[in-house]
Structure formats: C-alpha cells, structure tokens
C-alpha cells in the first residue's frame, strides 16, 4: 500500500510539473513573438536611419540644408501663430532640452562613441582617443561663450529708462511725466547680465548662443552617427543597446532640428540667429573638416571610424583608402 500510493504521488508531481512547464511555454510564446517582433522593427529602423545618415549624399549636403534653415527660417514668423504654445519662452521643451543643449548631446553622443568603438576594439585608450573629440568640441563652445560674453560686455552699454518731464528733461519726482515718453540713462561699468537682471535695457550687439549651439549639435550628431552606416554595411555585429543608443542620437538630432526652426519661427533675431548659426558652422568646419581629418596623433582625436571599421578582408579601411568605405569631403 506504501508503495502503490508513493508511486502515485510521484505521478501526481511529474504530472504537476508537466503541466506547469507546459504553462510555462505557452505563456513565454506570446513574449518571445513580441520581442521578435520588436527587434526586427528595431533593426528595420535602425538601418534605414544608419544608411541615410552614412551615406555620402546627406554628409556632403547636411550643412547646406542647415544653412537654409538657419538662413531662410525668420520667414516662417509670417505664418506661425503668436498663440501657438510654442511661443511661450518658457515652454516645456525650451527649459528641459535648450537650456541644458550641450548636456544631452555630450551625453547620449558620448555614449554611442563609446559602446561602439570599445565592443569594436575592446580598447579602452582608443575609446578614449573617439571620445575627446567631444571634448574638443565642449571646449570650443565654452571659449566661444565665454568670447562672445566678453564681446558682447565691451561693445554693449546698460541703460536705465526714466520718464521724461514737459520741459524735455528728466523726472527725478519733482514734476509730472509724460506718458508715452522716456529718456535713457546711461550706467557705466555695468554688465549684460547685471542690467538685464536689475531690469534695465541693453544696447548693443549679440549673437544667438542658442541658435551656435543648436547648429553645433546638429552637425556634431550628424558626423558621429554617420558612423554606424559604413559599420553594419561591412556586416558588423550590433546588438539592441547600440542600435537604441543610435535611435536616441537621431531622435535627438531631429529635436534640435525642430527647437532651430522654433526660435527662428517664433522668437525671429536677425543677424545674431545668423551669426550664431554661421559661428557654429565655421566651428564644425574647422574641426570636422579639419583638426579631425589630420592623421592621429597625441595632438589629433581622429575623425569617427579611424581605426574602427574594416572591410571584408579584414583589412583597416584607412589602408585601402577612405573613399572605398567612407566618403570624405
């Protein structure tokens, strides 16, 4: 009897176990087709975006198409709606990406250089070597901020509205005004910041940090992730965080894309949205098209790929030529 009923005691458990190994599979099916799917949408995207942005056309064009909308943008003030909610400076988009801009472009851009070169190479100096380009390039707009303050504060001056009286002069309390009209006080010695701060009005000259940073980061998003193009072409591996860190990059660049055509639609400033545009252009051309396209050195970061892709015989792409892989201006 003890044994008839261990015996089908075991039974029930196998077939307890059965049961919910059964349930389990039925319930992992529906999970795995969902990520299958998922992943092959992921890959669709991803080379759809990897080969537009790697390809010579977009990387010998992009500027141009950045320098019309920076150029031709103002236009679009004619058209906008001063109701729109992305009139409002203090919108959301304006105070959480624009005003921290460097921010996430350093980070999500850092980010893709480094998974990408370090699972490449495995080399963590090489890593390092990609992602001071990115180094250079914050050190180029903090110099220039602090170039264009510094400009701005000796050519500008800070002035005090006060409210004139009927004798032309001015309304110290000892009279009427007249309303509608004002004279300037001149303050000496003051900065932008401290007059604008004080409420006071500031003459002068400037140029749009924003629209320099916008433009900037375009052109910088664009040049690191055109790198991804020639790499899958050449049958390298990429696995779901690469491709998702490249989506985030393009989503970002599509973002900066749209926040340029928002200030330039709604908050219109020419020349200084021109000079900041054309400021951050000349920026990309002296180190994207220059510094970078040196040989590298101790001196030099090399421009995205150098040392990373090689081609179907295994060979450094830089040995058999940049333009077989990799179409430079």
């Known amino acids: ?28 099916r529906p999970v795995k087709l969902v990520t299958m799917v998922l992943t092959s949408v992921l890959v669709v995207v991803t080379d759809l975006w990897a080969g537009l942005l790697g390809s010579a056309v977009f990387r010998r064009h992009f500027h141009l198409l950045l320098s019309g909308v920076v150029l031709f943008g103002p236009a679009l003030s004619l058209w906008v709606s001063k109701y729109s909610i992305f009139a409002n400076r203090n919108h959301y988009l304006y105070r959480m990406f624009l005003r921290s801009g460097w921010g996430w472009t350093c980070v999500f851009t ?4 480094f998974l990408l070169s370090f699972s490449i190479r495995r080399s963590l ?19 220039s901020r602090s170039l264009l ?21 001015l309304n110290l309390g000892q009279g009427a005004g007249v309303p509608g009209k004002s004279l300037l006080l001149l303050h000496e010695g003051e900065s932008k910041a401290s007059c604008l701060k004080a409420g006071m ?4 000259w400037e140029v749009s940090e924003d629209a ?3 433009c900037l980061c ?11 193009g020639p790499y899958l072409a050449l049958g390298g591996p990429s696995g779901p965080p690469l491709r998702l860190l490249f989506l985030l990059c393009v989503s970002l660049l599509g973002l900066w894309l749209f926040l340029l055509l928002c200030l330039l639609a709604y908050f219109p400033q020419f020349p ?34 150098e040392g990373l892709l090689t081609t179907a015989q295994r060979e450094p792409y830089s040995e058999r030529g940049v333009h077989d892989v990799w179409p430079k201006d």
């Open 1 to 28: 009897m003890d044994r008839k009923l261990k015996n089908k005691s075991n039974g029930t458990m196998e077939s307890d176990k059965g049961e919910t190994t059964r349930l389990a599979k039925d319930l992992s």
């Open 149 to 169: 303050t510094l400009l701005e504060n000796m050519a500008g001056s800070c002035y005090e509205p006060m409210p004139a009286t009927l004798d032309g002069g």
């Open 272 to 305: 200084s949205q021109l000079l900041g545009g054309a400021l951050g252009c000349l920026g990309w051309r002296g180190m994207y098209q220059g510094w970078y396209r040196m040989q590298p050195s101790w001196c030099c970061p090399g421009w995205p790929g």
């Open 212 to 214: 320099l940073l916008l």
């Open 125 to 143: 100096a090489l890593s390092l070597r990609h992602l001071s380009r990115i180094a250079a390039v914050g050190a180029l707009w903090w110099g």
């Open 110 to 113: 850092g980010s893709f250089i």
């Open 201 to 204: 009005l500031w003459r002068g």
């Open 218 to 228: 375009c052109l910088l998003l664009a040049e690191e992730t055109a790198v991804l």
